[in-house]
Structure formats: structure tokens, C-alpha cells
């Protein structure tokens, strides 16, 4: 039997977690263990809990809530505490509420359940679901479907990336029509700093720092472009953010002799 260990950031109760389990336990009959944030933890990236405990709540058979734990938390801690005799044969993080695509990849809780996932050897998914400001419900049928057949593939087949490399999967709105998946780069976001600032009852000020709108430089072949489009979005991700194109010009602005 195959297992699979699930987390996402948008907390424990979210309805993309929830359905991807029920989807996952139907149709591969597979062992899937569930350990996610107690919270949401959106955009909290590759953060691990260092200063303080953390503790497993359960809240159903296989299911755990990590009282204050990151996505990144959920992962290492799931993969010492909760695995003694095998790893997981595949970990999936989401389906996240919102698209992450370009650099917002690096700000992602969702990519970083995975990352942490490759980092120890395991293959692994981020999955996210695109919306639109006028969508009040969710409708994640395309999504599991390409899930489903994704996973499929990874059972059948194997992993397709090596080592320290994740898949991030973003799905298009429902509310456009689907156009099918493509196999594409990240793109390039534009970003604007936002922040909404109010006072208390005790005039003190303070803020909320805004959501972003999904504002990109335009590139026909990027993820962001292409899901806006209605695809499915699949980008090979590798943690390695060397540049090493840059190696050679950085030891010459040094001065730096080649070795």
C-alpha cells in the first residue's frame, strides 16, 4: 500500500485539504497520514520552529493538527515522529486557496511543505488553486482530476525530477474556461508595496500589509500568464538558486583570480 503524507498552509479545516485527502483515499486506497498547520499560514516560506515546542493534536484517524507549526514544521516533524519503519511515498502539499506562481514561489508555505518533503528525498507536490476576486465558492474538480492523474503517473512510473526538486502545480479559475495543462517556466511578478494603516482605541497605529493583485510582466510561456489563460500550470522547481551564469562576472568585479 502506498503512502502519502499531506499538509498544506492554509491550516488544518480548509476544504482543498480536505477533499484532496477524500480524493487521494478513494481512488489509490493509499495510506495517507495528514499532518497541517492548527492555523493559516500563508506566505510563512521555509520557516522552522526553533524556539519553541511543538505538539501533534489529533482530530481523526491518520490526521493531526500541529498546534502553531508551520507547513515546513508539519513535514520534518511527520517524517521523525510519525514514520519508524518506511518514508512516505510521495508528499503533497495543498490545494492551496490562491495561485503561487513566480517569485511568490519563494514566499509560499504551500512550496515549502514540498521543499521540505525533496529535501528529504521524497518526492513531492504544491498544489494551488487559482481564484478571482468575484468567486465566492470553490469548485476544485479540475484540480483533483489533474491531481489524480499526475499521481498516477508518479506511482506508475516514478518520480520525473532528481534530487531536491518539487513539482509546483497551480490551477487555473474555475469561473474561465480550461484550456488544458501546460509544462511551463515561473514567471516574474511586479510588486507593490501595499499596506493598510488604521488606529486603535488607544491611537496607536498599525497595519495590515495587502494581499497582492497577481500583477506580472507578460510572458506568453510563464505560469502566472498561461493560468490567467485557463491551463493548468506544471513547474519543475529545483532548490538550487545558484547563479551560476553570474560565478565568473562576480570573481571579476573582485578581482578574484579563477582557481
Not at 500500500?1 to 498544506?8: H, P, Q
Not at 528525498?121 to 465566492?136: C, M, R, V
Not at 486603535?200 to 500568464?225: C, T
Request: charged share 30%; proline share 3%; with cysteine.
Amino acid at each position: 500500500m502506498k503512502e502519502i503524507l499531506i499538509t498544506n498552509d492554509d491550516g488544518f479545516e480548509s476544504e482543498g485539504l480536505r477533499k484532496l485527502v477524500k480524493m487521494l483515499r478513494k481512488e489509490f486506497k493509499a495510506k495517507v497520514t495528514v499532518v497541517a498547520p492548527a492555523s493559516e499560514k500563508s506566505a510563512c516560506s521555509h520557516s522552522i520552529t526553533l524556539t519553541k515546542p511543538l505538539k501533534f493534536v489529533k482530530v481523526g484517524k491518520r490526521f493531526y493538527k500541529l498546534d502553531d507549526g508551520t507547513p515546513s514544521d508539519c513535514i520534518y516533524l511527520a517524517l521523525h515522529a510519525l514514520y519508524k519503519t518506511r518514508l512516505p511515498d510521495l508528499v503533497i502539499s495543498g490545494i492551496n486557496k490562491g495561485a503561487n506562481v513566480g517569485e511568490d514561489i519563494t514566499y509560499s508555505g504551500t512550496c515549502a511543505g514540498a521543499m521540505e518533503a525533496v529535501l528529504q528525498g521524497i518526492p513531492a507536490l504544491a498544489l494551488s488553486q487559482f481564484y478571482t476576486a468575484k468567486e465566492k465558492e470553490f469548485d476544485f474538480k479540475n484540480a483533483l482530476k489533474i491531481t489524480k492523474k499526475i499521481v498516477k503517473k508518479i506511482f506508475n512510473e516514478g518520480f520525473v525530477l532528481g534530487k531536491k526538486e518539487f513539482l509546483n502545480v497551480n490551477f487555473p479559475s474555475a469561473k474561465s474556461e480550461f484550456k488544458g495543462i501546460k509544462v511551463c517556466k515561473a514567471g516574474k511578478r511586479v510588486y507593490n508595496y501595499k499596506a493598510s494603516s488604521n488606529v486603535n482605541p488607544r491611537g496607536v497605529e498599525y497595519f495590515w500589509l495587502a494581499a497582492a493583485d497577481l500583477d506580472h510582466i507578460d510572458e506568453k510561456d510563464s505560469d502566472i500568464s498561461l493560468l490567467k489563460k485557463g491551463y493548468a500550470t506544471i513547474t519543475p522547481i529545483m532548490l538550487d538558486l545558484t547563479a551560476y551564469e553570474r560565478i565568473k562576472s562576480v570573481k571579476k568585479w573582485l578581482g578574484l583570480d579563477d582557481e
